[in-house]
Nanobody, 124 residues
């Protein structure tokens, strides 16, 4: 079992920045950030493997950075140059299986543990 608790969401103007945090009860092999806007499907944003390999959705490349603090078992998502289309509920996800071939990944179905979400709202 991996417990995940997100924090750091909020409201910001377009062009602003936010940093999301996800406190994990352990150090999973694979972790990711996902988001879901009203009326849309949940989509992958970024993922990181325990050795630091990362992957990003095209829509956030060069604006968002995923990182993991091993000392504190905390996942981060630094979001810069935010746009109104980034508005969504952001979820942290994790999976402990050491499958190098599968992680990092933006596929929702790979992850077995999810946080409760934190809202990000970007206004013009």
């Amino acid at each position: 079992q991996v417990q995940l608790v997100e924090s750091g969401g909020g409201s910001v103007q377009s062009g602003g920045s936010l940093r999301l945090s996800c406190a994990a009860s352990s150090s999973p092999y694979c972790m990711g950030w996902f988001r879901q806007a009203p009326g849309k499907e949940r989509e992958g944003v970024a993922s990181i493997r325990s050795d630091g390999h990362t992957t990003y959705a095209d829509s956030v490349k060069d604006r968002f950075t995923i990182s993991y603090d091993n000392a504190n078992n905390t996942l981060y998502l630094q979001m810069n140059s935010l746009k109104p289309e980034d508005t969504a509920m952001y979820y942290c996800a994790a999976d402990p299986r050491p499958a190098r071939y599968a992680c990092p990944t933006l596929y929702l179905s790979w992850y077995n543990y999810w946080g409760q979400g934190t809202q990000v709202t970007v206004s013009l």
